[in-house]
């Protein structure tokens, strides 16, 4: 047993894993991700979609979307389910109110995650009278370090969005950092930059070696340098004048409960699914494409999420390679679904090892 982890809090991780078991038995949907497309204005060099400027694939109708929606009213209160559009950048559709206004009258909430680059007043004003309800927007230190991530000289149009969604009171937001080599010695500032600006909510994530991020050694932290970060957190939430959380990136230790608002619990395929630009059915859009269970196009996706996903639901066969005489495993199992390779089934980063190394 790690010492690093307090008796008192070995106890409570147990009770949540009675209550993680008992969640991945009833898999009540909660968030739906539909990735509207994968055609983006950036070319971040992080990016774990790999998403293109000049992406000629047809994107899915909304329609078709809409007819997934509607059949999930069959089984679900569309009032305890989340809709969020993702991407690539879901800003570069131009339809996005009429596929939010059905989403309204079937009585789903929505929201979406933007670079913010393209978020006009008019547009913000015109997507929320849809029935937009919030926004994850992302910010990647201050101007040099921002620009240099997103592969753009964007900094000031992001916020300029910001602001703007400050302004508003009629949605919830929230700002996102991807912290890495170059940002985290940032970070302090960057916070008070944000307090100055009224934001209320800052998440903060560690970048997975995926996508374009995977042979970028400037873009993955160091272990002492994850230390650095949560430790930033802790001391951050403390203080309380911003909500700051490291949310589902990993299980880590001892900082559980102090860096975010709920121990460790990645609810891919649990509580979350998507829709993929394709039509795939999978579940947190960052997970390797391949553990996709179905298509909208082929299969009934309630079908597909009441009786498939058995492979996020157990996650027994997670118990390989550094997991195998893990003695965390039992409050972890496996790491996020997102860290895992299809092929070798591998954890790609863990952050509880590179805490205790």
């Known amino acids: 047993m790690n010492n690093s982890i307090s008796f008192k809090k070995r106890l409570a991780l147990n009770i949540f894993k009675k209550y993680r078991k008992t969640e991945a038995s ?53 009032n305890n389910i989340m809709i969020v559009f993702t991407g690539g950048e879901p800003l570069i559709r ?120 995977k042979n970028n050694p400037e873009l993955l932290i160091s272990n002492s340098q994850l230390k650095m970060l949560l430790d930033f957190i802790k001391n951050s939430r403390q203080e309380n004048e911003i909500q700051v959380s490291y949310e589902c990136e990993g299980f880590v230790g001892k900082y559980e409960m102090e860096v975010r608002n709920n121990y460790f619990f990645c609810r891919a395929g649990i509580n979350i699914a998507s829709i993929l630009s394709d039509g795939s059915i999978s579940a947190c859009p960052n997970i390797d494409r391949q553990f996709s269970q179905g298509n909208i196009y082929k299969n009934n996706f309630l079908e597909i999420w009441n009786n498939q996903f058995e492979i996020m639901r157990n996650r027994k066969w997670m118990k390989n390679d550094i997991c195998l005489k893990c003695n965390v495993f039992k409050w972890c199992e496996g790491n996020g679904f997102h860290l895992r390779d299809y092929d070798s089934k591998k954890v790609l980063m863990c952050q509880y090892k590179m805490l205790n190394e």
Not at 38 to 58: A, M
Not at 165 to 192: A, G, M, P, Y
Not at 198 to 213: D, M, N, Q
Request: proline share 2%; aromatic share 10%.
């Open 26 to 78: 009833l898999h009540e949907l909660q968030y739906l991700f539909w990735e509207c497309t994968l055609r983006c204005n950036l070319k971040c060099i992080h990016c774990g979609s790999d998403c293109k400027q000049d992406f000629t694939e047809p994107e899915m109708p909304f329609k078709d979307f809409i007819k997934v929606t509607s059949e999930i009213r069959k089984q679900y209160n569309p």
């Open 94 to 213: 131009k339809d996005l109110e009429l596929c939010g206004e059905e989403l309204l009258k079937q009585g789903y909430n929505w929201g979406m995650v933007t670079n913010g680059v393209l978020l006009s007043e008019k547009r913000l004003l015109s997507l929320i009278d849809s029935g937009l309800s919030s926004v994850t927007i992302s910010l990647d230190g201050f101007e040099e370090n921002h620009n240099w991530m997103r592969n753009s000289i964007c900094f000031n149009d992001v916020i300029k969005a910001i602001k703007m969604l400050v302004k508003q009171k009629r949605i919830i937001f929230d700002v996102v950092t991807c912290v890495n080599k170059k940002n985290i010695h940032e970070l302090s500032e960057l916070k008070k930059y944000l307090i100055s600006i009224e934001v209320k909510k800052w998440r903060l994530f560690t970048i997975s070696p995926i996508g374009r991020a």
